[in-house]
């Protein structure tokens, strides 16, 4: 039996064989391209190739390529670990043709590499064609039957739909008729009763796709219409995954050796055997393949957090932490502890698992931890919701509250049935569904943007950056189009050169204008797209086939690059003082400071902040001059120790930029010597996750301004506390008299919640077996009037407490059930407050027993008393 790592090889091998220039995997969390988050598919990386926005740099090229579907079209999250086939991340093995070999070579050499090379039982293959459109005027792919039909009988060759078997990148660009390889693994019984032919596309977990073989020949318009290509591609894509389960003689892809190990491994953690419950196996899958997405995407710098691609990675985290925290009882972090084995069996492969494995681990721990606590508050949020519902008669919680907690605590609608199922109630699915939609309609309104075709004015290649050299140049517009978005209409105009830097690498694109004959067109952002630098403008000037004078900001521009200069060395910096486990983990450098993120597993002390600063501030006043190389291969820059970053792409060549000892890949604007910074102040340093550190800093004129404004504070102390030489001495001495004098009021506020406790419990009402205390009180501090709260509480049986206060002049209500009249009663002291604040122009919350409010008119602060104690009758 084939191990997964003798099969990604042969794969690798075969296709080098064919010709095939074999590359490396691009990122699988997507970087300057706005229509992706992730790479969803093995094409993504050469998407500008096809686009026309890069040249073709090999006419062939196989690889195998990280992917990860979990958002927008390719959605596969909700499956995953259901069944025996869906992941999150999984590789993609792919070749691909540019201009070159088409459909009859894609064919050949498919069948030769699984049946001829692999030993695939050639019985059990069958392959799928596009059956035609009529919509857009396409016939049946002939073609690619007829090749087909040399190695498959007729009653194999099967007709697909348009939805199974036309592929488009979106809705607009390039497209194509597609042909897919499915394998029948089924035990021969059961082929001899039921044809393959039945079961395929029909979602059959041992009837699949495993290989799909896209002919790349049309170019879809933002109308719809379909143009051919001049070129005519080929684009494949074999889930690695599947064909280890295909040659390994499993029926599961979780029973191939790329999972078995992390498998048996959570099997140990949990004490449960993988086999024996259908839903710890269920559990078990979900983490074995969550584990890959998280790990592979915080290797590449890409942190768990509450927006974009942060906000996804946390989601499919915290959907593993959830299976196992209900079916293997883990109540602890446990998931961090697999990075172990994942890093043996994918290691080699993937060497970003090696190198980060401590940052992971630390990531993902602290990822679960935080979460546990999230889910515990949830159950007991949910248990609240069951016993309300359960008081008031109801055989379901609302679909709003379940959609709370699925949106708040992480809580998938079939956790919450099954704790309800429990307790013998059910879930409104339908106001579930009610609110699922709006927030959907929410999103799809924000993210709304409707992009006009390009319009050609003439034919470009690539266009030229000048901006590392001058900030003017007379440029033309090459194409342009409009572009609405929530209301608001721009239009994106690319040029055949421009001294414009787009938005990449953390340094924010630059602004400035075009202008012709005195009439003045204002670009407010530049951006790369699919490796086009694109200048936004609100109007299209009027004459767009004229000859422009482009000119960027200098002001801003010489700003942005003082502060991406000083990221280069406060990254060297960082190295020397903390050590080389320092690395970039993000960046942003725009023209009013600097943001530099890095993996340190501890704060910075004051010590080390100072000894940083002096050493770039050092490095500023020795005046490196920068040195630069546009063109250097990208072996000589690894071999001189520049500085490279996981989850970028690199080229075969890189520019390196230099000052001093400071060496780094980057495309980025800097200074010309260091000097021109003037000085750095770092004014933050802070923890962003677990193992990751931010540095906030200003330069140049900004820090100056810092520095004057802070001496300018101390003058004015100094002004105040006059005739002290010792300023220091000084103020800590009027600190320590505030803090006595502090604890002397508190002391008398204490006396007074004695005084005030006792006037209470002499004036209880007891009404129908409850002990009532309702009133104004005199206390301006509402830690205190808690203490009281509790104190009485604990004093008085069977109590309903209502107090009324102001405190620095704002109302402040207070409420306090025992918790047998709470359940006696079905009372619930959050709900009760929520209702009586609204007498004070307010609202608040709490638990059953214990709630609070506060508000703005004082005035209503005795209605607030008698609403609240309305809920008792």
């Known amino acids: 039996m084939k191990t997964s790592k003798e099969i990604r090889a042969a794969f690798l091998d075969f296709f080098k064989e064919k010709e095939h220039q074999i590359v490396n995997s691009a990122p699988m969390v997507v970087k300057g391209d706005p229509t992706l988050m992730f790479t969803n598919a093995g094409m993504n990386q050469f998407k500008d190739w096809f686009l026309g926005n890069e040249p073709v740099k090999?006419?062939?090229?196989?690889?195998?390529?990280?992917?990860?579907?979990?958002?927008?079209?390719?959605?596969?999250?909700?499956?995953?670990?259901?069944?025996?086939?869906?992941?999150?991340?999984?590789?993609?093995?792919?070749?691909?043709?540019?201009?070159?070999?088409?459909?009859?070579?894609?064919?050949?050499?498919?069948?030769?590499?699984?049946?001829?090379?692999?030993?695939?039982?050639?019985?059990?293959?069958?392959?799928?064609?596009?059956?035609?459109s009529a919509d857009d005027n396409l016939e049946r792919d002939d073609e690619a039957a007829g090749y087909w039909e040399k190695y498959l009988p007729k009653d194999r060759v099967l007709n697909g739909s348009k939805k199974d078997n036309f592929w488009e990148m979106g809705d607009t660009g390039p497209?194509?008729?597609?042909?897919?390889?499915?394998?029948?693994?089924?035990?021969?019984?059961?082929?001899?009763?039921?044809?393959?032919?039945?079961?395929?596309?029909?979602?059959?977990?041992?009837?699949?796709?495993?290989?799909?073989?896209?002919?790349?020949?049309?170019?879809?318009?933002?109308?719809g219409a379909l143009e051919e290509l001049p070129a005519k591609h080929v684009d494949t894509g074999m889930g690695f995954e599947r064909l280890c389960m295909v040659l390994q003689g499993v029926t599961?892809?979780?029973?191939?050796?790329?999972?078995?190990?992390?498998?048996?491994?959570?099997?140990?953690?949990?004490?449960?055997?993988?086999?024996?419950?259908?839903?710890?196996?269920?559990?078990?899958?979900?983490?074995?393949?969550?584990?890959?997405?998280?790990?592979?995407?915080?290797?590449?710098?890409?942190?768990?957090?509450?927006?974009k691609a942060g906000y996804v990675i946390r989601r499919i985290l915290r959907r593993a932490v959830r299976y196992g925290y209900t079916f293997l009882d883990f109540r602890e972090a446990t998931i961090?502890?697999?990075?172990?084995?994942?890093?043996?069996?994918?290691?080699?492969?993937?060497?970003?698992?090696?190198?980060?494995?401590?940052?992971?681990?630390?990531?993902i721990k602290e990822e679960e931890e935080s979460f546990l606590r999230t889910l515990s508050t949830g159950i007991k949020l949910l248990d609240d919701l069951m016993s309300k519902a359960k008081a008031e008669g109801k055989t379901e919680i609302a679909g709003k509250d379940a959609f709370v907690l699925y949106d708040t605590y992480g809580f998938p609608l079939d956790l919450t049935e099954l704790i309800t199922r429990e307790n013998d109630l059910g879930v409104d699915q339908k106001g579930f569904a009610v609110e699922m939609q709006a927030q959907k309609d929410r999103s799809r309104n924000a993210a709304a943007q409707e992009t006009d075709d390009w319009v050609e004015l003439r034919k470009i290649d690539k266009t030229e950056f000048l901006g590392y050299d001058r900030l003017e140049a007379e440029v033309r517009i090459a194409r342009y189009r409009k572009v609405s978005q929530k209301k608001k209409t721009f239009y994106q105009l690319v040029f055949?050169?421009?001294?414009?830097?787009?938005?990449?690498?953390?340094?924010?694109?630059?602004?400035?204008?075009?202008?012709?004959?005195?009439?003045?067109?204002?670009?407010?952002?530049?951006?790369?797209?699919?490796?086009?630098?694109?200048?936004?403008?609100?109007?299209?000037?009027?004459?767009?086939?004229?000859?422009?004078?482009?000119?960027?900001?200098?002001?801003?521009?010489?700003?942005?690059?003082?502060?991406?200069?000083?990221?280069?060395?406060?990254?060297?910096?960082?190295?020397?003082?903390?050590?080389?486990?320092?690395?970039?983990?993000?960046?942003?450098?725009?023209?009013?400071?600097?943001?530099?993120?890095?993996?340190?597993?501890?704060?910075?002390?004051?010590?080390?902040?100072e000894q940083v600063e002096l050493l770039v501030n050092q490095k500023i006043r020795q005046n490196s001059v920068l040195e630069e190389n546009r063109e250097t291969p990208i072996a000589e820059a690894r071999e001189a120790g520049a500085m490279?970053?996981?989850?970028?792409?690199?080229?075969?060549?890189?520019?390196?930029?230099?000052?001093?000892?400071?060496?780094?890949?980057?495309?980025?604007?800097?200074?010309?010597?260091?000097?021109?910074?003037?000085?750095?102040?770092?004014?933050?340093?802070?923890?962003?996750?677990?193992?990751?550190?931010?540095?906030?800093?200003?330069?140049?004129?900004?820090?100056?301004?810092?520095?004057n404004e802070q001496l300018g504070i101390l003058k004015n102390i100094q002004e105040v506390i006059k005739g002290s030489k010792d300023v220091l001495g000084q103020i800590t001495a009027l600190m320590q008299q505030n803090s006595e004098l502090s604890k002397q009021i508190e002391s008398f506020q204490r006396e007074q919640m004695k005084i005030a406790?006792?006037?209470?419990?002499?004036?209880?009402?007891?009404?129908?077996?409850?002990?009532?205390?309702?009133?104004?009180?005199?206390?301006?501090?509402?830690?205190?009037?808690?203490?009281?709260?509790?104190q009485l509480k604990g004093e008085v049986e069977d109590l309903y407490l209502v107090l009324g206060a102001e405190i620095n002049g704002k109302p402040n209500l207070t409420i306090m059930i025992s918790e047998n009249i709470v359940e006696e009663k079905g009372l619930n002291a959050g709900q009760i407050v929520r209702e009586a604040g609204k007498e004070i122009q307010g609202g608040g919350g709490g638990q059953p027993f214990y709630a609070t409010a506060g508000g703005k008119n004082a005035a209503g602060i005795d209605a607030a008393i008698e609403k609240a104690l309305s809920f008792l009758q």
């Open 175 to 223: 497209c194509g008729p597609c042909s897919e390889v499915h394998v029948d693994i089924r035990p021969q019984e059961e082929v001899d009763k039921l044809s393959g032919r039945e079961l395929v596309n029909k979602d059959h977990p041992q009837v699949i796709e495993i290989w799909n073989l896209v002919f790349i020949q049309f170019n879809r318009k933002a109308n």
């Open 58 to 132: 090999w006419p062939r090229v196989a690889d195998t390529q990280k992917c990860l579907r979990v958002s927008g079209k390719h959605n596969d999250l909700e499956e995953v670990g259901l069944d025996t086939y869906h992941h999150t991340m999984f590789e993609m093995l792919g070749n691909w043709s540019f201009g070159d070999y088409f459909k009859k070579e894609a064919i050949d050499w498919a069948w030769e590499f699984l049946v001829d090379r692999m030993g695939i039982d050639s019985s059990r293959l069958y392959a799928t064609v596009f059956e035609g």
């Open 644 to 707: 490279m970053l996981f989850g970028e792409k690199y080229g075969e060549t890189v520019r390196t930029i230099k000052f001093g000892e400071s060496i780094e890949l980057c495309g980025g604007t800097h200074v010309a010597s260091t000097g021109q910074i003037g000085l750095l102040k770092i004014v933050s340093e802070s923890a962003i996750a677990a193992g990751v550190r931010r540095i906030e800093a200003i330069t140049a004129d900004h820090a100056e301004k810092f520095i």
């Open 757 to 790: 406790k006792a006037n209470l419990k002499s004036k209880v009402l007891q009404e129908h077996g409850v002990n009532i205390i309702a009133q104004k009180i005199d206390l301006d501090n509402a830690a205190l009037i808690k203490d009281l709260a509790f």
């Open 336 to 363: 961090y502890r697999l990075i172990e084995v994942l890093k043996n069996t994918m290691g080699e492969a993937f060497p970003e698992l090696v190198s980060q494995q401590q940052l992971i681990e630390k990531v």
């Open 496 to 609: 055949d050169q421009t001294p414009f830097y787009g938005e990449s690498g953390g340094q924010v694109g630059d602004s400035g204008c075009i202008e012709f004959e005195g009439a003045k067109t204002r670009i407010f952002d530049t951006q790369k797209e699919n490796n086009l630098i694109v200048h936004l403008v609100e109007k299209l000037p009027e004459n767009p086939e004229e000859y422009f004078q482009a000119v960027v900001d200098g002001k801003r521009r010489t700003n942005i690059a003082n502060n991406h200069t000083a990221t280069h060395l406060l990254h060297a910096a960082l190295r020397e003082v903390l050590g080389t486990h320092v690395e970039q983990k993000g960046s942003l450098v725009n023209a009013d400071h600097l943001r530099f993120d890095f993996s340190h597993f501890q704060k910075m002390t004051e010590e080390e902040i």
């Open 252 to 307: 599961s892809n979780y029973d191939t050796d790329v999972f078995q190990s992390t498998i048996a491994e959570i099997g140990k953690l949990s004490n449960k055997n993988y086999g024996d419950d259908l839903k710890s196996d269920i559990a078990m899958r979900v983490i074995a393949d969550h584990l890959r997405a998280v790990a592979f995407a915080i290797a590449e710098g890409q942190l768990p957090s509450n927006n």
